[in-house]
C-alpha cells in the first residue's frame, strides 16, 4: 500500500509570503499529523487532525494552521513566511485508536528567503 | 512537562563493538516509548516500541520507569546502522503527537 505522500517536495518563498502543502495519509488512516523538523529544535509536533477535527496542537503561532478534508488528505499553510520558518515538514498517518504505529512522509523542504 | 532528552549528539563506534544509544524521559504518567530510525536519504521510520518488546535489526530497548529512561541497545554495530536515531514519547490517547528527543547520530566505521 502506498505511503504518505507530500507535495510539493521543495519550495522556495520570500519574506511575507504564505505557503500551502499537501498531504496525502495511507488509505485508511484518519489520523493526521505535522511535524516542522530543524537542525536547531529538532522535531516539534504542529498539529494532528482526526476525521476533519483538529485533535491536538503544538506550541506554535497561529501563522500556522491546517484543516483535514473527508477523504483524510490534510494540508497545512503558514502565513506572513519568516526566515525561521525555513524547514523540514513532516507529515504523518496513523490509524485510529491508541497503540498504533505513525508512519512519516518524506516532507517538504520549506526555504524562505 | 512532557520531554525527551538523549544527551548525545554522535556517538561513534567501530563494527562489531556494542552500541547504546541513551534516552531519558520526563511524564507523570505512563508513557508510550518508541525509537524511530532515519536512514539517509530516507524517510523517518519506526524502529521499535516498548509495548511490542520485540528486537528489530538486532536492536532492542527496554522501558525501565524506575530512571525513567529507555536506551536502545545493539550487542554487535554493524555499517549499516549508521543513522539517525530519535527517541519519542507518545501520550497515551493521543494517537498522533509524538514528542522527540533531539536525536543523535550514530556512525559505524569500518
Known amino acids: 500500500k502506498a505511503g504518505v505522500t507530500q507535495t510539493p517536495r521543495y519550495l522556495i518563498k520570500t519574506r511575507g509570503q504564505q505557503v500551502t502543502l499537501s498531504c496525502s495519509p495511507i488509505?485508511?488512516?484518519?489520523?493526521v499529523s505535522w511535524y516542522q523538523q530543524t537542525p536547531g529544535q529538532g522535531l516539534q509536533f504542529l498539529f494532528e487532525?482526526?476525521?476533519?477535527?483538529?485533535?491536538n496542537k503544538g506550541n506554535f503561532p497561529g501563522r500556522f494552521s491546517g484543516r483535514q478534508f473527508s477523504n483524510s488528505r490534510s494540508e497545512m499553510n503558514v502565513s506572513t513566511l519568516e526566515l525561521g520558518d525555513s524547514a523540514l515538514y513532516l507529515c504523518?498517518?496513523?490509524?485510529?485508536?491508541?497503540?498504533?504505529?505513525?508512519?512519516f512522509g518524506e516532507g517538504s523542504w520549506l526555504t524562505v528567503v | 512537562a512532557q520531554r525527551v532528552t538523549q544527551p548525545e549528539k554522535l556517538l561513534s563506534v567501530f563494527k562489531g563493538a556494542p552500541v547504546e544509544l541513551k534516552c531519558n524521559y520526563s511524564?507523570?504518567?505512563?508513557?508510550?516509548l518508541f525509537w524511530y530510525v532515519q536512514y539517509s536519504r530516507q524517510r523517518l521510520q519506526l524502529l521499535l516500541r516498548?509495548?511490542s518488546r520485540e528486537s528489530i535489526k538486532g536492536f532492542t530497548a527496554d522501558l525501565n520507569k524506575g530512571e525513567t529512561s529507555f536506551h536502545l541497545k545493539k550487542p554487535f554495530a554493524q555499517e549499516e546502522d549508521s543513522a539517525m536515531y530519535y527517541c519519542?514519547?507518545?501520550?497515551?490517547?493521543?494517537?498522533?503527537?509524538?514528542?522527540f528527543g533531539q536525536g543523535t547520530t550514530l556512525q559505524v566505521k569500518p
Open positions: 504523518a498517518s496513523s490509524g485510529s485508536g491508541s497503540g498504533n504505529t505513525i508512519y
Open positions: 488509505s485508511g488512516h484518519r489520523s
Open positions: 487532525y482526526f476525521s476533519e477535527t483538529q485533535r
Open positions: 511524564y507523570s504518567g505512563s508513557p508510550e
Open positions: 516498548h509495548i
Open positions: 519519542a514519547l507518545g501520550v497515551p490517547g493521543n494517537t498522533g503527537k509524538l514528542i
